[in-house]
Every structure is written in C-alpha cells, then in structure tokens.
C-alpha cells in the first residue's frame, strides 16, 4: 500500500499539521509505504527553519525532518505556494534578490507537478486541511 | 460504480477571501498539463467562483474570474456544482460564467466514489 501525503494546513492555526505528522508517523511505523509529502498552501509555512516555537511545543518543523531522515520520506514543499509566503532556498532566495534564505534542510521546493504524479502513484492519497 | 476520472478536485471556497481558491484551480491545471483525467466540483462557497460578473477590480487579489472559463482551454470539462449550494445562496445556474452540471446531494456524494483520488481546497 502506498501512500501521498497531501499538508494543506497552517502549521501555527490547525490542527491538521500536526495531525498530518502523527499520521505519517503512524503509517510509516506500520510499514506503510509514503511515496511523498506535499506542502502546499498555508502548510509550506512548516519549512520554515526560522521557526522557533517555545521549548515545551512541539517543533514541528524538526518533527518532520526526523521523520524523513529515519525513513527516507521525500518532503516536497510547492515553490509557488512558497516563495509567495516567504519562504526560499539558496536560489529562489537569490532569483529575488534577498539577503537570506530559509528552507529548513530536509525539505525541497517543487513544481506542483509533484503533487499531481504523488497522487496518481499512490493507492491512497490523505490530505490534511482541506477546509482550512 | 463505473470511474468517471483519476482525479476529483474540490473547491470549497470563495476566490476572494483567502489563497485557497487560486492554489486548488492552479493544482488543476497543473493536472490538466500532466494529462490527467479529472473533474472539479464547486462546492460551498466555490461556486461563487462560478458567478458572473465579477469586478474584484477593487480588492487586493487576483482577478480569477477569467480563469474559470480558461478551462475548457485544458479540457477540464467535468465540472460540477451541488443544486443546495446554489440554492442557498441565490444563484441560478444560468448565471455562471461555465455551464456546469448541478447535483443533488446524493449525486454529489457518489461523484466521490467514481473518482481514484481526491483533492480537497
């Protein structure tokens, strides 16, 4: 059984976020095979490696990131969605000429296609914050 | 119950109150350019993406009323809206930017069966 995970929702305003991890975490103990997830929409926000929650909350940003170093989990952050909220690699980063750039390691950005060729390969496709 | 499609979009809201609508028809055609087979639904909210005459001239936001009858264009031509949705919020079919096929409730339900997978906005 294969698996996309499909984040749509905001890492600081619902609950999906977080739920999405646990999820992930529980199919991937189970044996499940997760070809892919993707962050799009207000999700993207959780590549964000400026993010520094409090100590005694969960930093989701370095939850997801365990995650895909113990299993070898692709984590696909949509460019577009993005870059539109600020948050850039090396070169989206210099494409616009800023200073810095803040994608958190284990996460890449992407075309969109990458949410269509996840769905289409996988037996299940879960998304997480439909309705925002 | 026989597949209509690979993919059911569906979009939930309004084009102009959030990001939501605008990222759920970019996902679509970005479907659409990777030959996928899919269909939209319009629901809740969504169908005001459908209203004509929009002037969202004065908002900060995208017009995305030009992009609703651009569809066809990608031979996304499965489009559907639920007959409640319509209903309860004044509108009339004939006065949608596309012709689209209207469901009732217990259509709307099935369409999520005759489809592979599902993306909700």
């Known amino acids: ?132 | 119950m026989s597949q209509i499609a690979d993919l059911l979009l569906v979009l939930r809201h309004g084009p102009y109150g959030g990001l939501n609508a605008r990222e759920g028809l970019d996902a679509a055609l970005t479907a659409a350019a990777f030959e996928v087979p899919l269909s939209l639904l319009f629901l809740n909210d969504g169908i005001y993406l459908l209203q004509s005459d929009q002037q969202p001239g004065q908002l900060p936001a995208k017009d995305l009323s030009k992009t609703v009858p651009a569809l066809a264009m990608y031979d996304i031509e499965r489009l559907y809206v639920r007959s409640r949705d319509l209903e309860q919020r004044g509108m009339k079919p004939e006065q949608l930017v596309v012709e689209v096929e209207v469901l009732d409730d217990e259509q709307a339900a099935n369409l999520f069966h005759q489809h592979r997978h599902i993306l909700s906005f």
């Open chain 1, 1 to 132: 059984m294969k698996f996309a995970i499909v984040v749509n929702g905001s890492p600081s305003s619902s609950q999906a976020a977080a739920t999405a991890l646990r999820f992930t975490e529980a199919a991937l103990h189970q044996g499940v095979d997760v070809l892919r997830v993707f962050f799009y929409g207000e999700s993207v926000l959780t590549a964000n490696r400026l993010t520094h929650p409090p100590q005694d909350e969960t930093n989701l940003t370095q939850r997801w990131q365990q995650l895909a170093s113990d299993h070898d989990v692709e984590l696909i952050v949509c460019i577009a969605a993005a870059v539109r909220r600020g948050v850039m690699d090396e070169r989206e980063a210099k494409r616009y000429e800023h200073t810095a750039d803040n994608l958190a390691d284990g996460f890449e950005l992407s075309g969109l296609g990458q949410l269509v060729d996840a769905s289409i390969g996988a037996d299940r496709v879960i998304t997480f914050g439909g309705r925002a």
